[in-house]
């Protein structure tokens, strides 16, 4: 049965719930829905499960935009309810007649309500009593098309071939029928034609079941080919049909040096002595303050170029999607304002929005559902006067990036270094992620920030696994002068990083960063130890490692780096990941989209930017600057 049914504002105002079903929810399922659904840009989803203990829920919802109302309902997961998108659908077209902003109760409503709930089990029995026959444990809506869709798999008669096909003229005609017809045709010799020895044709008309195993098409083709002559003619077509052989030049070298030379960088000399301002540049970056505590100023060449492409739209270079509707009506409809937007006047826009976040390496999975939240909000919204409708979702957009890329909790790590040192006991951070994403390069330019805060640094060398590992933290240690701790090879990790923990408590450190091996998402055995490393030590963050490069990579490794984490701890709240950090950012241009994919997919926020080599490219993400490319 239905749990529960609420209205309320998007500004979290209650308006009305149904006393009727005045069931204690166990746990807040309406609360985590507007966390973690609502605010995170995922209302674009059909529903919402919710797992509490000793209940499982299942939520759906829908907006009016215009009045700014949600209406959600709340009901068991395992019963089905057939009605319950009818139920929302009447609620809010009766509530919407009845809402006045200045109302804040509305009894009268529980009556309103009982006679809609009772009308929409009314259509739900009906629509189950002629609902149709149920085929391989699915039901199929009776009733033709015309467009051959009984015969395919899993249909009536769609077994084998032997079901109905078009014919092209609205008729059916039996598969089986046919092949045996063809077959017959077949064994005269007279009737058979072919198309470029691809097609294999009956009495001039294509034959659809040439690929469905009846018979050996390689030998009709051969006997087609062989009738017109004794085969020398194909001889001497596939004998034409070979590459000629491409001879390769021979290198001719100069006698006399090149002129030029063959460092091709660019190099500015200032002074006149290139040499002497690299190697300036090259200390300064060695021993210059962190790019993390600089302040990046945002240009304003993407809002140019907006507003350039805003004034072409009427242009040779305005998208296809603008012209759909013509400049006449597209004007007429921005001057006077449209009553209500439906979804088919916001999917040109959508669609173009899409394509552009795809080309910025966002996953296609999470454009296509940020696309959808962005429709749901604006679904039945009015549009303004004066206000394209490409304006509006693009406005609607950038506001859903900000939300989804600003951190829901903050995470100061200086402060909760300096918070854990009053209670007498070190800052852990361990470093997770894939193989060759930048574990231990990033760890040391972490370490190299800390520092310069006069925050006391050690490494923990947990990277038992991969040949190497230990001796290139004990390099970065040396240079950066800070204490390591490490056991060598073939060690637990676990363990590694507990007497880690511990020795930083005796010699008065302040942090330990952990380094961790690189391990696949899919590897078991290797997050089994990782999840035993998190679980046994209990470390105050935890950071996923990611290269800015991937796309769809991107959310597959953090929902199994999540999930695996989820899974394989024995702790009934298990650990997940808290932080991101991004690696090879200098390297993608404007191909930004990884961030949004892993933001989106796992809810923690980017915490450093990597950008360089050196220990002093690191930065914090510009939440503005990557909203604005990826929308540029």
Known sequence: MLEQLLIFTRGGLILWSCKELSNALKGSPIDTLIRSCLLEERSGAASYNYDAPGAAYSLKWTFHNDLGLVFVAVYQRILHLLYVDDLLAAVKREFSQVYDPTRTVYRDFDEIFKQLKIEAEARAEDLKK???????????????????????????????????????????????????????????????????????????????????????????????RNKGGNGKKTDNVVSKAEPKKVIKKNRVWDEKPPETKLDFTDHVDVDGDADKDRKVDFFAKEQGESMMDKDEILSSDSEDEEEDDDDDDSGKNSKPDAKKKGWFSSMFQSIAGKANLEKSDLEPALKALKDRLMTKNVAEEIAEKLCESVAASLEGKKLASFTRISSTVQTAMEEALVRILTPRRSIDILRDVHAAKEQRKPYVVVFVGVNGVGKSTNLAKVAYWLLEHDVKVMMAACDTFRSGAVEQLRTHARRLEIPIFEKGYEKDPAVVAKEAIQEASRNGSDVVLVDTAGRMQDNEPLMRALSKLIYLNNPDLVLFVGEALVGNDAVDQLSKFNQKLADLSTSPTPRLIDGILLTKFDTIDDKVGAALSMVYISGAPVMFVGCGQSYTDLKKLNVKSIVKTLLK
Do not use: C, T
């Open 130 to 224: 002629s609902n149709p026959v149920v085929v391989n444990g699915q039901r199929k809506q009776i009733g033709s098309k015309g467009d051959g869709s009984e015969g395919k798999k899993g249909g009536a008669g769609g077994g084998g071939g032997a079901g109905l096909k078009n014919d092209g003229d609205g008729k059916k005609r039996d598969n089986k029928s046919e092949n045996n017809r063809f077959v017959a045709n077949n064994n005269n010799g007279s009737n058979l034609k072919s198309n470029g020895g691809n097609n294999v044709s009956v009495n001039g008309k294509e034959n659809d079941s040439v690929n469905n195993g009846a018979f050996d098409v390689n030998r009709l083709q051969k006997k087609v």
